[in-house]
């Protein structure tokens, strides 16, 4: 196999099985669609551009032996499939936990929020000359502090079901993202980042991942709180 398909064929692996049951009877997630993209795209652009402003500084770079040779402002085209395999994955097991979870007490897990929010700011100011620990703790501690603040605007959001579904999410992250860095298809400098890995993923990456998730999962509520029918 030509090993410049690596990082594609990881996303295909990744993409599998939620567009396999996208048509599941139970959940519908393919009624979804039009709540799910305005959100994704406008995470995505966010994100886009904070990984082409890294990838250009060298606090990350990805590998050209494993993927492909077609580049778009510096990044590699499977990387900005990323920004949508990845959301598209993540809000169906939202829409699953939805049907197979009973809700609680958002009381309690907002209060977390704000606490987690605060830790991951703090951290972030703690780590100021490492660009990468700085923008992921901070840019993760802050979006969930603007998600409670906001929280009275975007009813459908529940801050339970979040980090509840962030924990199943957890399971292919490990296994993709440490595909992705035991490979290697994305390689990190160092001298950005705390030091602490996950077998082979920075710990930055799990707070990256949780941001990104948050922007899609946010999206897709406040988008389904205003439409009079998914469907």
């Keep these: 196999?030509?090993?410049h398909y690596t990082y594609l064929l990881?996303?295909?692996?990744?993409?599998?099985?939620?567009?396999?049951?996208s048509f599941d009877k139970r959940v519908s997630y393919y009624k979804y669609w039009?709540?799910?993209?305005?959100?994704?795209?406008i995470t995505a652009a966010i994100f886009v551009a904070w990984?082409?402003?890294?990838?250009?500084?060298?606090?990350w770079w990805f590998s050209k032996t494993y993927t492909l040779?077609?580049?778009?402002?510096?990044?590699?085209?499977?990387?900005?499939l990323f920004f949508l395999v990845i959301p598209y994955a993540c809000c169906f097991i939202a829409l699953c936990i939805d049907y197979y979870k009973p809700p609680v007490s958002?009381?309690?897990?907002?209060?977390?929020?704000?606490?987690?929010?605060s830790c991951l700011i703090l951290f972030a100011i703690l780590n100021y000359k490492r660009w990468y620990t700085l923008s992921s703790f901070g840019a993760c501690g802050s979006g969930l502090l603007l998600a409670y603040f906001l929280r009275y605007k975007n009813p459908g959001f529940d801050p339970h079901r979040f980090f509840y579904g962030y924990a199943f999410c957890l399971i292919p992250f490990f296994i993709v993202n440490g595909l992705l860095t035991?490979?290697?298809?994305?390689?990190?400098?160092?001298?950005?980042?705390?030091?602490?890995?996950?077998?082979?993923i920075p710990l930055e990456d799990i707070f990256y991942g949780m941001l990104l998730?948050?922007?899609n999962v946010w999206g897709l509520r406040y988008r389904l709180s205003r439409l009079k029918s998914p469907f």
């Design 182 to 200: 035991a490979i290697p298809v994305v390689l990190y400098n160092d001298s950005e980042n705390c030091g602490i890995r996950i077998y082979t």
């Design 34 to 41: 039009k709540a799910i993209w305005p959100g994704m795209f």
């Design 106 to 117: 958002k009381q309690i897990l907002w209060r977390n929020s704000l606490i987690l929010g």
């Design 51 to 59: 990984d082409i402003a890294f990838t250009d500084k060298g606090i």
């Design 1 to 3: 196999m030509n090993s």
């Design 213 to 215: 998730i948050l922007g």
């Design 10 to 21: 990881i996303e295909a692996g990744t993409l599998l099985f939620p567009l396999l049951f």
């Design 69 to 80: 040779s077609y580049r778009l402002l510096g990044l590699p085209i499977e990387e900005w």
